[in-house]
């Protein structure tokens, strides 16, 4: 199962929402919220998290998505065997892998990002890949293009990291993501 960690402010839904969706479709995922146990199939393949403060994990290795409300708490920083995924734009996030030997994956619209939005519709997105990435096991992703169909508006940020989840996790699909 593939851990994935939602770090940030409760209310900042958007990224919850996308994920959900996306994860559902490609394998199943159990949720936790801060207040339920949700899962969308049994035997699911992710497991997501949400919690507002980094978390101290040892042994644990997954994904760690930032949310854009995310607030760096004091002597706070990314656990080691977590790929982090953040908005480039998070200067908090950015400040909790200074000092750790992460690399993280950058979203946005700047053709430096990992991943960037190469064009964002009411329907759907194509995602472009700008460099090559290493997912969780080891097999590397070349620069590509992703379209994205949406069954439900999106913004770029969570399109964007559901994308990387999926990317990082060795989700091989033909040429579309649906969610």
């Known amino acids: 199962m593939t851990t994935v960690v939602l770090c940030g402010e409760r209310e900042d839904t958007g990224i919850r929402r996308v994920l959900v969706r996306a994860l559902s479709r490609?394998?199943?995922?159990?949720?936790?919220?801060?207040?339920?146990?949700?899962?969308?199939?049994?035997?699911?393949?992710?497991?997501?998290?949400?919690?507002?403060?980094?978390?101290?994990?040892?042994?644990?290795?997954?994904?760690?998505?930032?949310?854009?409300l995310f607030y760096l708490h004091e002597k706070e920083k990314a656990p080691v065997g977590f790929v982090p995924v953040l908005d480039a734009q998070n200067l908090a996030a950015a400040s909790a892998l200074r000092g750790t030997q992460a690399i993280g994956i950058t979203c946005g619209a700047s053709p430096r990002d990992t991943l960037s939005m190469a064009s964002l519709r009411d329907d759907s997105a194509v995602v472009s890949l700008q460099r090559e990435l290493r997912d969780l096991s080891g097999k590397i992703w070349e620069p590509h293009d992703r379209a994205i169909r949406l069954e439900a508006?999106?913004?770029?940020?969570?399109?964007?990291?559901?994308c990387a989840v999926l990317l990082l996790s060795g989700k091989e699909v033909q040429d579309v993501f649906v969610f």
Do not use: C
Not at 34 to 61: C, I, M, N
Not at 154 to 162: D, F, S, V
């Open 153 to 162: 508006g999106a913004e770029m940020y969570p399109i964007l990291a559901a």
């Open 26 to 68: 490609y394998g199943g995922v159990q949720w936790y919220d801060g207040r339920r146990l949700h899962a969308s199939r049994p035997d699911p393949e992710f497991f997501l998290y949400e919690t507002t403060h980094l978390p101290k994990a040892e042994q644990v290795e997954g994904i760690l998505i930032f949310k854009n």
